[in-house]
C-alpha cells in the first residue's frame, strides 16, 4: 500500500509541476487569405520560464482533405523552413521570440494551401502548452465577397431610405425651379408678344420727333 501512495503522490506533483511550467499560445483560429497574395499567421506566446536558445517553434499543416500532419517550419535561434513539400521556398519567419511573437507568413498562397495549421513553442522546462488550431482559407478575391445576414439587413434598411431621400430631392428640385421661372419678367405669354425693347426704341422715338417740332418750330419764326 505504501508504494502506491508514494506513487500516486509523485505521480501528483509531477502533474503539479507540469502545470506550473507551462506556456500559453495564441494563434488566430480562421484566416482567410486570396490567391496570390501574401498571408500571414499569428503566433503568439507567454512562458513562465526566460527566454532562452533552447526554445523551439513548430508549425504543422494537415490539408483540409484530411491526412497525416508534416512539419513546414521549425526556429530554434534561426528559422528552419521546410525544404520540400508545397510549401518550399513559400513560407518564411516574421516573429520575434524576444516579444513572444512566433508567426510565419506564406507566399503566393493558392487553393490547395487550405487547411489546419498548429503553432507549437517549448521553452524548457516550459514545454507543456495547449494546443490552438488555425484554419486557413484561401479564395479567389472576386469569389470572396459573401453576403453576410447583417451586410443583407443593411442594404433591405438603408437602401429604401436612400431611393426615398433621392426621389424628395428630385421632388424639391423641381418644385424651385418652377417657383424661380414663375418670379422672372414677362413669364406670362399673350397672343401677341411684344419684344423686350419696343418700350425703349418708342421712347427714342417720341424724344426724336419732339426734338424735330422744335427746330421746324424755331425756323418758322418771324424775324
Known amino acids: 500500500m505504501l508504494p502506491s501512495a508514494v506513487g500516486a503522490a509523485l505521480d501528483g506533483c509531477w502533474h503539479g509541476v507540469c502545470n506550473a511550467l507551462s506556456l500559453e499560445i495564441k494563434a488566430s483560429p480562421k484566416v482567410r487569405a486570396f490567391v496570390g497574395e501574401r498571408v500571414s499567421l499569428k503566433c503568439s506566446f507567454r512562458s ?3 527566454i532562452t536558445e533552447s526554445l523551439t517553434v513548430d508549425w504543422t499543416y494537415q490539408p483540409v482533405t484530411g ?5 513546414i517550419f521549425h526556429y530554434q535561434s534561426v528559422p528552419y523552413p521546410t525544404t520540400v513539400g508545397k510549401f518550399k521556398d513559400r513560407i518564411s519567419w516574421t516573429g520575434n521570440v524576444a516579444k513572444g511573437d512566433a508567426s ?6 493558392a487553393m490547395s494551401d487550405n487547411g489546419t495549421f498548429i503553432c507549437s513553442v517549448k521553452n524548457p522546462p516550459d514545454v507543456y502548452h495547449n494546443i490552438p488550431q488555425t484554419m486557413l482559407v484561401v479564395t479567389e478575391r472576386g469569389l470572396s465577397f459573401q453576403l453576410t445576414s447583417a451586410v443583407l439587413l443593411s442594404i433591405l434598411v438603408f437602401l429604401p431610405s436612400v431611393i426615398v431621400v433621392i426621389l424628395l430631392l428630385v ?6 425651379g418652377v417657383l424661380k421661372e414663375k418670379k422672372k419678367p414677362g413669364c406670362k405669354k399673350s397672343s401677341i408678344e411684344v419684344p423686350e425693347h419696343t418700350e425703349t426704341d418708342s421712347c427714342l422715338g417720341k424724344l426724336r420727333n419732339w426734338c424735330l417740332n422744335c427746330v421746324d418750330t424755331d425756323e418758322e419764326d418771324p424775324y
Open 67 to 71: 491526412g497525416q500532419m508534416e512539419t
Open 48 to 50: 513562465s520560464s526566460p
Open 104 to 109: 510565419v507568413a506564406i507566399q503566393s498562397p
Open 171 to 176: 421632388r424639391m428640385g423641381r418644385k424651385f
